[in-house]
């Protein structure tokens, strides 16, 4: 059982802060220079919308690192609230402060952080898919209405853009933003035609550009069908910016599916604008003012019925000259070139910081000008219907990678994912999850990139039961509602152990639950809630069989017919699991208490950690992975951090994955008799106020006995203290377990250690962990019979030959038993100061053994003889010759 820290209740700052709010209040200035009478009713059907937004709060968190020396990182919180949004900002140290609020007309449909590029040039020949630009980064905060969308960056610059339609999602991107607008039912009887205007998903890489439809690409490798994505069926439920991918559900089939998000290649905007000449060769442009043309009035016909208008550019229709009759409509500007320059800046006024429409006495058009025409607020009539129309050039295409199976049985809309995230697993495989809530199922994909870094192959579907789930980024790890209610931590598709959260601190919060819970006089048995389940299946147990979680906090008398012991988190209680960041994560209740919960660290020692990469490089990645794991369960069980030191915890442990008897070892001994004289046992009634042996054998092996001895013995002329002979009889001398997971891996494992050892002689700061790492080495290298690491880590250490020598667990035969790495040396023992030595006496030693990630000193070190001592050589070659990489497994 892994026991998480630093459990507190929460409760979203913004929500206190909204209480403080003065809300929504707007002072009507009459601005006689803009008296249109159509833009009341512009703004009228701007504020009308036909989705229900039925989720008046929500709130995110993002985690950002402070550029002011000693700040450190913190923790940022979007908080919506029905028009108001709360940007708030706090540290570690749990204060929080606000940097901005906004208050905007209509009700904010999601609010997200940002970010954009203004490019340093536009480079018309060199052609790139990659979102990653050259250029100024723009970081902020995006709010986005049903029409319009207001970007506030931490620079100081505001941008405000109308939106061609009504927006039912944002989802973030590599530099960008994408847009998925609401479908009115009449749109799943209409016939698809590929038109720009009835796509469904559009981009936006910078608030100046005009939004742009998106375009998809799917197909096998020669027969790819590029298109725009104008199937309504088609909901994007993730995006993702590193790796550049977005999710998709598709509610007809009910499958999910991958796509990779880049850039549009030239190729691809001729393909699309060939398919466009092919599907309109029946329009012909005329001149006649008065006559609307067949395209104009299929676009205002299917813009009228439903609440989205395409994203067209508007030309003039007083201007002919523009286009000849042998022109096509569909003028493309080539990919990557940056149209902000053609973004009409009066628009951006602040007297039209709502409207956005521009009027006649505003923008007189030009011609070959662009602007938003009012078409873009969902009202056309046939005036517009005069005015050429130009669909914009598509930026983003969404390239299919990977579709999941299609399902026995479809599950329509019901099987959409409520939840997606990327994850990575200890040894650093990584993994797509989607939630099922439907399903009570968290599928995870295993994916990699290519060798040529080009494309990202995907893996077999694995199916974990659970009700909810979130990742942990800052450890590697996977927090997992179980059906039953019980949290779990995972490692990528791996359970590692059950999750065990106290309730610390509990008050009045804790208390105003607990009274609503169990009813009054109902028969507690030393818990809160009661259970219909028998009092045999509710027996607590520690063990690692044990099924159900338990959280425990602080107990408190509420009555006088009840006593809380324990605070158990079962079943139903445990409502969701949501805002990760790092560490830290929050336990939603099923009655709306919230928890914010830290996941624990895997150490706090410098020298552990380097054990466990090393030994990560060294050893399967299964077995890498049931080694962390058990050391994670052990090293933050409850009540096991203070019982004794953590280098002897991590010393037991990785020897009773060896196989070993741990208690019968004399390098673990010592600690084991001292952590049984910790505190918590001490409380315990004692049988006799004498002394007794045991007590007299723990005086005489006390520093201050020694040292008394040493000095004053002498002088007094006092005769050594025996200690008392061991009446007991003597206990046969105890054999290995070949059945330990790690027994076949010894000699893997102790090269991997002793490379550490001599990372860690390079590090004087590091010289406990090096004392400590000593004592585990002599042991396994006494055990495997290489008398030259003894006599090595001897000489290092004198201290060791202090150490009773006891018969081997491991006999002779089983060593044949093992694997031995092609780098295990047993000849000459690997040293870094020893080859230095070598090297400066003119001598060629054999090149030096390092662990990449791990030896980052002994690397640089050694490096940097071999261009001192080499001279003659080249860089890469001098290095080659005096380092050798140790090769994983």
């Given amino acids: 059982m892994i026991t998480a820290c630093d459990t507190q209740d929460f409760v979203p700052f913004g929500r206190e802060y909204v209480h403080q709010h003065p809300g929504k209040f707007q002072i009507q200035v009459q601005n006689v220079a803009h008296t249109d009478p159509g833009l009341p009713l512009l703004k009228s059907f701007r504020d009308i919308s036909i989705q229900d937004n039925g989720r008046k709060e929500h709130w995110s968190f993002y985690s950002g690192a402070s550029t002011t020396e000693g700040r450190g990182r913190f923790d940022e919180e979007l908080y919506v609230n029905g028009h108001i949004v709360v940007w708030s900002r706090g540290g570690q140290d749990g204060c929080r402060s606000v940097i901005k609020t906004f208050t905007m007309d209509t009700p904010v449909i999601q609010a997200l952080w940002c970010k954009f590029v203004i490019p340093e040039k536009s480079n018309h020949e060199e052609i790139c898919t990659s979102l990653d630009t050259k250029g100024k980064l723009q970081t902020g905060v995006c709010v986005v209405e049903s029409s319009c969308v207001s970007c506030y960056m931490e620079d100081g610059s505001e941008y405000l853009a109308a939106l061609p339609f009504q927006v039912a999602n944002v989802w973030s991107i590599k530099n960008g933003l994408l847009f998925e607008r609401t479908v009115s039912p009449s749109e799943f009887h209409t016939s698809k035609r590929d038109a720009p205007n009835q796509t469904t998903v559009f981009s936006m890489l910078h608030p100046l550009d005009e939004v742009a439809p998106v375009i998809i690409k799917s197909g096998t490798l020669g027969a790819n069908k590029t298109s725009y ?166 930026e983003i295409c969404l390239e299919h990678i990977w579709t999941e199976n299609a399902p026995a049985i479809r599950d329509g809309s019901l099987g959409k994912s409520s939840k997606a995230f990327f994850t990575r697993d200890l040894c650093g495989q990584q993994y797509m999850c989607y939630l099922i809530s439907y399903r009570q ?267 008394m001895e040493e000095s004053v013995g002498d002088i007094l002329g006092l005769s050594p203290c025996q200690p008392v002979p061991d009446s007991t009889p003597l206990s046969h001398a105890s054999t290995i377990s070949t059945s330990g997971i790690l027994f076949a891996y010894m000699p893997a494992c102790f090269t991997a250690l002793h490379l550490v050892y001599e990372e860690l002689k390079l590090n004087t700061l590091l010289f406990e962990d090096l004392n400590h790492l000593s004592v585990l080495l002599w042991q396994l290298s006494h055990d495997l019979r290489c008398h030259l690491y003894v006599d090595y880590y001897t000489r290092d250490f004198p201290k060791l030959l202090a150490l009773p020598i006891v018969p081997s667990q491991i006999k002779e035969d089983q060593l044949d038993k093992m694997q031995y790495p092609a780098v295990f040396i047993s000849t000459e023992v690997p040293s870094v100061y020893s080859w230095i030595l070598k090297s400066l006496e003119g001598l060629s030693p054999p090149a030096q053994l390092y662990i990449p990630n791990v030896c980052s000193n002994m690397q640089n070190i050694v490096s940097l003889y071999a261009l001192l001592l080499n001279k003659h050589m080249g860089t890469e070659q001098a290095i080659d010759k005096c380092l050798r990489k140790v090769p994983s497994s």
């Fill in 229 to 394: 994505l104008t199937d309504n069926t088609q909901h994007i439920v993730f995006s993702s910016d590193d790796p550049s991918l977005v999710l998709t559900y598709d509610t007809m089939v009910g499958i999910h599916s991958a796509w990779k998000v880049r850039k549009v290649l030239q190729t691809e905007c001729e393909a699309i604008a060939a398919m466009w000449e092919q599907t309109n060769s029946m329009f012909t442009p005329v001149h006649n003012l008065n006559q609307s043309s067949s395209m104009s009035r299929y676009y205002g016909n299917l813009s009228a019925q439903s609440p989205m208008v395409s994203p067209l550019r508007s030309y003039s229709g007083r201007t002919p000259h523009l286009m000849s009759h042998s022109q096509s409509p569909l003028i493309m500007n080539p990919p990557g070139m940056d149209r902000r320059s053609q973004s009409p800046a009066p628009f951006l006024d602040n007297s039209l910081h709502r409207l956005h429409t521009p009027s006649p006495q505003m923008a007189p058009r030009t011609s070959g000008s662009f602007y938003r025409s009012p078409a873009n607020m969902s009202v056309i009539n046939e005036a517009i219907a005069t005015e050429w129309a130009e669909p914009i050039t598509p």
């Fill in 441 to 707: 199922q968290l599928r995870c994909v295993k994916f990699e990139e290519s060798n040529d870094l080009k494309r990202i192959v995907f893996g077999t579907v694995n199916i974990i039961p659970c009700k909810d789930a979130i990742p942990i980024e800052g450890k590697d790890l996977l927090i997992i509602l179980d059906i039953s209610g019980v949290l779990y931590v995972y490692s990528g598709i791996t359970r590692i152990n059950r999750l065990h959260v106290p309730i610390l601190p509990i008050g009045s919060l804790c208390n105003s639950l607990l009274r609503q819970t169990t009813p009054l006089h109902s028969p507690v048995r030393g818990g809160v809630f009661t259970s219909s389940r028998p009092s045999s299946a509710m027996e607590t147990r520690f063990d690692e069989d044990f099924q159900l979680n338990q959280i425990s906090p602080v107990a408190t008398e509420l009555d006088e017919t009840s006593h809380f012991e324990e605070f158990p988190l079962g079943c139903a209680l445990i409502h969701a699991l949501r805002d990760n960041v790092k560490a830290r994560f929050t336990i939603e209740l099923s009655n709306g208490h919230m928890f914010r919960c830290t996941l624990p660290d895997m150490t706090n020692s410098s020298g552990i950690d380097l054990c466990l990469r090393a030994l990560k490089h060294m050893l399967p990645r299964d077995l890498a992975m049931q080694m962390i794991g058990r050391w994670l369960t052990v090293r933050n069980s409850p009540g096991a951090v203070g019982s004794q030191t953590e280098w002897a915890m991590f010393t037991s442990c990785l020897l009773g994955m060896m196989g070993y008897d741990v208690g019968k070892l004399p390098i673990t001994e010592k600690e084991l008799e001292t952590s049984s004289l910790s505190p918590v046992s001490a409380k315990r009634a004692r049988t006799s106020d004498h002394g007794t042996d045991e007590d007299w054998e723990y005086l005489l092996g006390g520093e201050l006995h020694q040292f």
